[in-house]
């Protein structure tokens, strides 16, 4: 009988530690989570004033300008991850055709304005990718103690869940280089 009560309490034991490893990596998805959504909000706050800087030169592009807020009004209003993915890669393919009109535009490409616009943007664009890096490991090393045994067993008693992951696209990111002789 005490044998089988040292089981017991050895069992109730090591789920209890189970359950503690699984908060700890939930808590550490939604701290990354936490990160990269300030990245993003001090992305979203800049696009206006790029908006602004580039209208000053290139008026008549209203429709790419009107592209990129509208993108940025998607991924404001964006819930979950995999929302404010499709929601980034949209805005990430809008902000590249107004970078393009800069090219057209000497006087906006020469702009003070504009290139330290541009210059927060690729600083802020880079602590996204580091926040994107922490927010994936996290999220990986969750799903692996959701999915694996025995602590699955835990996890789908308790609702514990697999996250998903957020990656950002550039368009022809996976496109195969071309190689010319």
Request: hydrophobic share 45%.
């Amino acid at each position: 009988m005490i044998w089988i009560l040292i089981i017991a309490v050895v069992v109730a034991l090591y789920g209890i530690g189970i359950y503690n490893k699984l908060v700890k990596k939930r808590t550490m998805v939604e701290e990354g989570w936490s990160g990269i959504d300030v990245q993003l909000k001090k992305r979203h706050n800049l696009i206006p004033n790029l908006v602004e800087t580039v209208k000053g030169y290139a008026s008549h592009e209203k429709e790419t300008l009107d592209s990129v807020i509208k993108a940025r009004n998607a991924a404001l209003n964006a819930e979950g991850v995999a929302a404010q993915t499709m929601a980034e890669n949209q805005l990430n393919s809008a902000l590249a055709n107004v970078f393009a009109l800069s090219e057209a535009y000497p006087d906006l490409k020469a702009n003070t304005n504009f290139l330290q616009l541009q210059d927060q943007l690729a600083a802020i664009e880079s602590d996204v990718e580091k926040a994107r890096r922490y927010y994936n490991a996290t999220a990986r090393e969750n799903n692996i103690l959701v999915e694996s045994f025995p602590s699955n067993l835990i996890a789908n008693m308790t609702g514990f869940s697999v996250e998903d992951y957020f990656e950002i696209e550039e368009p022809g990111e996976r496109a195969l280089p071309k190689v010319k002789f």
